[in-house]
Nanobody, 128 residues
Framework: LMAAAGVWGGWVQPGGSLRLSCVTS????????IGWFRQAPGKEREGVSC????????YYADSVKGRFTISRDNAKNTVYLQMNILKPEDTAVYYC?????????????????????WGKGTQVTVSS
């Protein structure tokens, strides 16, 4: 139901930018909570940024505030994560996720196990 397509994804130097996109199908995106998560080697999956569909709110992890922007294009059923000023510690596999039951964006990002639909993941590597 979801396919994570990394546009300009892959490798980037520190300070660079990438935009990840995630195309959804099989459901109406605008009614779903959405989020981007990441998992680095040896670490647990963490919420990067989430949007609540109806309860409201947008959440960013402290580590990405001011650098990352989440957005969605409901007409295209696509979720985006614009990542700027990338750092080596941003290196991870990034996943998009969605769920039909709406909670706060903060809850969604801090409880990744509650998301029902997941994209396949896209590797992002930040290094010089």
């Amino acid at each position: 139901l979801m396919a994570a397509a990394g546009v300009w994804g892959g490798w980037v130097q520190p300070g660079g930018s990438l935009r990840l996109s995630c195309v959804t199908s099989g459901f109406t995106l605008e009614h779903y909570d959405i989020g981007w998560f990441r998992q680095a080697p040896g670490k647990e999956r963490e919420g990067v940024s989430c949007i609540s569909a109806t309860v409201g709110g947008t959440y960013y992890a402290d580590s990405v505030k001011g650098r990352f922007t989440i957005s969605r294009d409901n007409a295209k059923n696509t979720v985006y994560l614009q990542m700027n000023i990338l750092k080596p510690e941003d290196t991870a596999v990034y996943y998009c996720a969605a769920d039909a039951i709406s909670y706060t964006a903060h809850y969604r990002c801090t409880h990744p196990g509650g998301m029902d639909y997941w994209g396949k993941g896209t590797q992002v590597t930040v290094s010089s």
